[in-house]
Each structure stands twice: as C-alpha cells, then as structure tokens.
C-alpha cells in the first residue's frame, strides 16, 4: 500500500532533549512538509522540502531542524531551542510543490514535553 | 495578509439534517482550494480539490464549491460518521505553500 507513515504516534521528552520525529512515503512524491498543530489552530507549517537535499524555513521554522538525504525520507529534530514543543506534528507529501497539487497526510505524531 | 477563515467554528447537527460549512479566503491569485477531513488524533484525509470559481466537486454526501472569495461544503443528510473537523486550504498563485483555516467540528448526533 503507498501512503506516508510516522513515527512513533507518541513520544515524550524531557526539557532540553533533543528528539526526532520520522517520516516515510513510498508514493515517489517529490514534496514534502511538516506542519505543526496546536488545538484550536489551523495546520502551521515548520519546513518543507521540494527535492532532495534541499530544503526551506516555513512559517514557525525557530527551534526545528530537517534533512532530506533521500527521497523517501524527511526526519524532523525538535531541538531544545523550541520552547513550547508539545503539539501534534503532521508530515505531508506532494508530486511537485509549488504546482496545486493536493498534500497527502500522515497519521501524526503527538510530543509533550515532561 | 493571506487569510483563510472558516465557519463557523463547530456545528451540531442531527442526523438527516442537511447544512454548509464555509471557507472564506484572501488571496490574490488562487492556484488551487483544498479540503480535508480530520479525525481526533488523526491526520488529515483529502476531500477534494477546487480550481476556479463556479467548480463542483461531489463525494458520497458531501459537495464542495467554489466562489471568487469563499468555497462552501455542503453536506447532505448526515449520518454520525460524518463526524470530523473539516479543513480547507488555498494555495496562492506563486508561493510555495499552503494556508489552512482554522477548521470546523462538526458533530451529527443520532
């Protein structure tokens, strides 16, 4: 089945840790984003990355770090440096950005901080 | 700057009663109106996609259209499994991403 998995569903980390979400997609899609959710708010997008090794800064880009080594693969490191990380973290994938093509989502990673 | 405004925030409907959800939007130089659908805890599920002004798209209950400023989801007798947070987006004709509305959660009660 094509479709983009993450990994885990939930992690905790503790303050000044660094972790890492994962983001797989066997859809040979081109793009990909993570976006940031927090309730009450819509979708907030942290990076995105259109072809392998390279990526750009989206809109809440501070504390975040990504690399894109293969196309298949987006990791995304929550560093120390984000200070208010707890939230739901989506992954998404697209044939081509920039192009109006539709992004299909992960089931989530959801990080609190203890 | 960019606006994506959805309403209303959450909806209550009984099952069998048909309503519209609307998506308003401030941009200049649409490329393309996405929506999805959001169940608690997951990620979100592509709807449909709208292009131009006047286009309409139809799944199972749902209908979704397109004006110069604002798209609506209609649904259409409601069942409980409707149940979700439905989210649109747009994306403006030279960037790079998307800008998602805040959502609404809409509950079809039995």
């Known amino acids: 089945d094509g479709g983009i998995t993450q990994s885990p569903k939930y992690l905790f980390r503790k303050e000044g840790q660094n972790v890492t979400l994962s983001c797989e997609q066997n859809l040979n899609h081109d793009a990909m984003y993570w976006y940031r959710q927090d309730p009450g708010q819509g979708l907030r997008l942290i990076y995105y990355s259109q072809i392998v090794n390279d990526f750009q800064k989206g809109d809440i880009a501070e504390g975040y770090s990504v690399s894109r080594e293969k196309k298949e693969s987006f990791p995304l490191t929550v560093t120390s440096a984000q200070k208010n990380p707890t939230a739901f973290y989506l992954c998404?994938?697209?044939?081509?950005?920039?192009?109006?093509?539709?992004?299909?989502f992960g089931p989530g990673t959801r990080l609190t901080v203890l | 700057e960019d606006q994506v405004t959805q309403s209303p925030e959450a909806l209550r409907l009984q099952e069998g009663e048909s309503s519209s959800l609307n998506c308003s939007y401030t941009v200049s130089g649409l490329r393309g109106l996405f929506w999805y659908r959001q169940d608690p805890g997951k990620g979100p599920e592509f709807l449909f996609t709208l292009y131009s002004a006047g286009e309409e798209k139809e799944k199972e209950r749902l209908k979704a259209t397109l004006t110069k400023k604002e798209s609506f989801l209609h649904i259409t007798a409601p069942k409980p499994e409707d149940s979700a947070t439905y989210l649109c987006?747009?994306?403006?004709?030279?960037?790079?991403?998307?800008?998602f509305g805040q959502g609404t959660r809409l509950t079809i009660n039995p």
């Open positions: 987006a747009v994306h403006q004709q030279g960037a790079q991403k998307l800008v």
């Open positions: 998404a994938s697209s044939i081509v950005a920039g192009v109006s093509n539709e992004q299909f």
